[in-house]
Every structure is written in structure tokens, then in C-alpha cells.
């Protein structure tokens, strides 16, 4: 009985030596992570988002997203749709190829459009506690390092240390990403003194046309008890109506009646 359990205990060993010494390095595993978000985000979509106190639903939105590469690079546009009050507020991303990322916001109460700088686009998103730089629509860059494989019988994934390129709003960012299809899992984001902040979540995760992407993704503030969700339904990879012309900053202030917050396809009359 004592041998087998010796035997037992050797070959757990030899099989988590094997899986570590065949684990990618941890920033090609990141890169990977990155290009499974692009191929969910990409599309047009429905987004209700929750914000909440504790359990008490305090403000719930409706907003459309699209994500389109183009020949030059990728854009990402943003309208909130209700309620009334809000309709109309905009956020425009430019990731164009050798070039510096761009972003643009715009407020229906003041009609003006305002350009984001690296500061403010760690500004909390319309009051959520995602920051404009929480979406996920770019990489935050920095050293990665995996800390830990975790494989169990329900579970499978790198857990990876981030210390962004810039830390003086996150000091370090500790993902664990699914070694089967490299989505996030979870990301832990830690202030200045180490202690952990905030943890988000990719939750509900659906086969669409062959792509894996996550339905809900939940930010928890751990500080304040309070977090915001993102729902996501009426996904649609397909949408050739969706031009590069629709990703100006000039039209910002016509977003909520552009073909973006149509599906299908708007009618041509």
C-alpha cells in the first residue's frame, strides 16, 4: 500500500514537471490571451450594464458596441442608448498599425468632444468602476511572469503576473487565463500599496461561429463593495454596414443614430 502511494505521488510529480516544462512563456500566453479578446469583441453587440452597492442595483444602462479591424488597424465605438438621459454618450478607440492608441469621449450635456490623454483614460467610466482602460480592448503592456499552473479535474489555467509598463495607477495585474481557449479567466488589479482593489471576471462563456466569448463580465471593487456588470446579448460577427467613416470623431455626436445601434442591417430607403 506504502509503494503505491509513493508511485501515486511520483508520477503527480513527473506530470506537473511535464505540464510546467511545456507551458509557453508567459508573455506569448498574454499575446494569445489578447488576440482571443479581439476575435469576442469583434462585431456589433448589446451591452446592459448594472452598476451596484453591495447587492442594491443602483443605475442599469443599455449601450450598443461595435469592433472593427480595418486595412490601417482597429476602431471600437461605444453609445449608451438609455436611459433618456444619458443617450447619446460616446466612447470612440483608434489602435492604428506604428501608431499611438487614440480615444475620444462625448457628453450629450455639454455636446462637446473631448480627447482622452494615458491619464485620463484610467478616469472611472461614467461613474462604473471599470476605467475607460478597463475594457480590455488593449493590451496594458509591462513584464509578465507566470506564477502558477493550476490543473485540476473542473480547471485549467496559467495564473500570470503583470507589472504594467505604466504602474502608477495599477501596480501589478494578476490574470489567470484558460489553457483551452486562452480567454481571461479572472484579472486582480492591486493599488500602489500592494493591496488588491478590484477583481473582474469573464463569466457565462458561449461558443458563437466558433468563438469563444464570455456573456458577463463583472468588475468588483473589494475596496468599497460595490461593482459593475457588463451583459452582453445580440452578438453579431457579421457587419459589413459597419464603415470606417462611422469611427469619426467628428460624428461622435450623431453615434446613437448611426447604424452601430441598428440589427440587422438598417433598412435602405
Known amino acids: 500500500m506504502k509503494n503505491a502511494m509513493t508511485l501515486i ?48 442595483i443602483t443605475s ?6 461595435v469592433t472593427k479591424d480595418f486595412d490601417d488597424g482597429k476602431r471600437a465605438l461605444m453609445v449608451l442608448l438609455e436611459p433618456e438621459s444619458l443617450k447619446g454618450s460616446a466612447y470612440l478607440f ?12 462625448y457628453s450629450p450635456a455639454v455636446r462637446r468632444v473631448r480627447k482622452l490623454t494615458a491619464i485620463m483614460a484610467y478616469n472611472p467610466f461614467m461613474g462604473t468602476d471599470f476605467t475607460w482602460a478597463d475594457f480590455d480592448i488593449k493590451d ?37 487565463i484558460s489553457m483551452d481557449n486562452f480567454l481571461p479567466v479572472q484579472r486582480e488589479y492591486y493599488d500602489n500599496t500592494g493591496k488588491i482593489w478590484k477583481v473582474k471576471t469573464f463569466e457565462k462563456v458561449v461558443v458563437l ?22 451583459i452582453i446579448s445580440d452578438v453579431c460577427f457579421d457587419a459589413p454596414y459597419i ?10 455626436s450623431e453615434a446613437a443614430f448611426s447604424p452601430v445601434c441598428s440589427i440587422p442591417e438598417p433598412s435602405k430607403k
Open 243 to 252: 464603415k470606417k467613416e462611422m469611427f469619426d470623431p467628428k460624428k461622435l
Open 140 to 176: 496594458p503592456g509591462g513584464e509578465h511572469k507566470i506564477l502558477e499552473e493550476i490543473v485540476t479535474a473542473d480547471k485549467k489555467f496559467y495564473k500570470i503576473e503583470t507589472i504594467p509598463a505604466e504602474n502608477w495607477y495599477y501596480s501589478r495585474i494578476v490574470s489567470r
Open 94 to 105: 483608434w489602435q492604428l498599425k506604428n501608431k499611438p492608441i487614440m480615444e475620444w469621449i
Open 209 to 230: 461561429k466558433t468563438i469563444p466569448m464570455p456573456l458577463l463580465i463583472r468588475m468588483q471593487n473589494k475596496v468599497y463593495n460595490q461593482s459593475t456588470e457588463l
Open 9 to 56: 505521488l511520483i508520477a503527480s510529480f513527473l506530470l506537473t514537471v511535464k505540464i510546467s516544462a511545456a507551458a509557453p512563456e508567459a508573455s506569448l500566453i498574454m499575446q494569445k490571451s489578447a488576440s482571443a479578446l479581439n476575435a469576442a469583441v469583434k462585431g456589433t453587440r448589446k451591452m446592459v450594464i448594472i452598476i451596484k452597492d453591495g447587492d442594491k
Open 60 to 65: 442599469e444602462w443599455t449601450a450598443r458596441k
